[in-house]
């Protein structure tokens, strides 16, 4: 299980048509950066839940839940990131529910970063009193260890900035919360398939199991560097 934001604008570099001899071009677009978080939970069957997604906001409103082709879940937060409310929410109420079955009575293993929001005592408690058990990514190692950061979210990214220029083109308008399910569905069905959610347990190691996947390069500390500058000398006052 992991998280992102979906901020409903393209940041990507593109290419555009432009004049002759400009190396920079700009094209218009939406300013809007509120953000949108979204969820997701991928299983090694290579099936996956279906998204949380969190608005922005005090209340949910209906025009932001429809054309909801993703078939995702909501809720709300101040500032549009998942908290520790949400988190275990979303452990009762759609996780353990939808797990269940698959794991057949055996010990179902959820494996996330280790963010504040999924480390509440109540959050750990659930687990261990519903058969759960929580493994935890080791601190700034998920660009190499969290299968949804290294294959899934990738291609999630560039599927979304596609979904947004299509809306757009389509459209003549930026994308606003009552579009976003419609456009991130589309980008999220595209993405999510079984292979690449497969492939993503692969790229680290997960499943099936090969501990050599993560070589020892990958996880040394960063290297301390020093650069040599000059700075320019301090001018007399002209007064």
Known sequence: MD?????PLNQGTQRVV????????HKQGSANRENVTALVTICTDG???WPLVVFKGTYLMQCWIENNEANASFSTSPNGWTNSEL?????KTEFDPLTKDKAGGNVCVLILDGHISHLSLEFVQYCIENNIVVLVYPPHCTHALQGLDVVCFAKMKKEWHDAIDAFEDRTL???GKEDFLEVFGAAFLKAFDAETVKAAFRATGVHP?????ITEKQMKPSELTSTKT??????????
């Open 18 to 25: 432009g004049r002759a001899g400009q190396k920079i071009q």
């Open 87 to 91: 988190a275990l929410n979303w452990l």
């Open 230 to 239: 000059t700075f320019p000398l301090a001018q007399s006052s002209p007064v």
């Open 173 to 175: 308008q930026a994308v």
């Open 3 to 7: 998280e992102s934001g979906f901020p």
């Open 209 to 213: 199991y090969d501990p050599t996947i």
């Open 47 to 49: 099936t996956i839940l």
